[in-house]
């Protein structure tokens, strides 16, 4: 059974740093293709991909964060990451990892394509 556990949330002010992490279990990176996603939800908005990945290669990544976060992924350590930079009050949100098997290279933006999720972390950005 897969399960993800998300870390490195919290609250920081604008301009500032933090890197999610996203430990997966019941599942090897380097054994498969997996398909990793960072996706959040902020209050009264529907859940969105913020950044995808599978076989090392980013999939996507939103046009609102790009050149501010970084998604990739440890094999040796079965996790996945989100670095986010120069975070802005519109980032705070709830993010969450999820994963799906996927051929490689390929993968998807829609939540609904995705069968395994972590419990998510909270990230607060003030102004």
């Known amino acids: 059974q897969v399960q993800l556990v998300e870390s490195g949330g919290g609250s920081v002010q604008a301009g500032g740093s933090l890197r999610l992490s996203c430990a997966a279990s019941?599942?090897?990176?380097?054994?498969?293709?997996?398909?990793m996603a960072w996706f959040r939800q902020a209050e009264v908005k529907e859940r969105e991909a913020v950044a995808v990945?599978?076989?090392?290669?980013?999939?996507y990544t939103d046009s609102s964060v790009k050149g501010r976060f970084t998604i990739s992924q440890d094999n040796a350590k079965n996790t996945a990451y989100l670095q986010m930079n120069s975070l802005k009050p519109e980032d705070t949100a709830m993010y969450y990892c999820a994963a799906r098997a996927a051929p490689r290279f390929d993968c998807s933006v829609n939540p609904i394509d995705f069968p395994f999720w972590g419990q998510g972390t909270q990230v607060t950005v003030s102004s």
């Open positions: 990945m599978n076989s090392g290669s980013t999939y």
């Open positions: 019941g599942v090897t990176f380097s054994s498969r293709y997996i398909c």
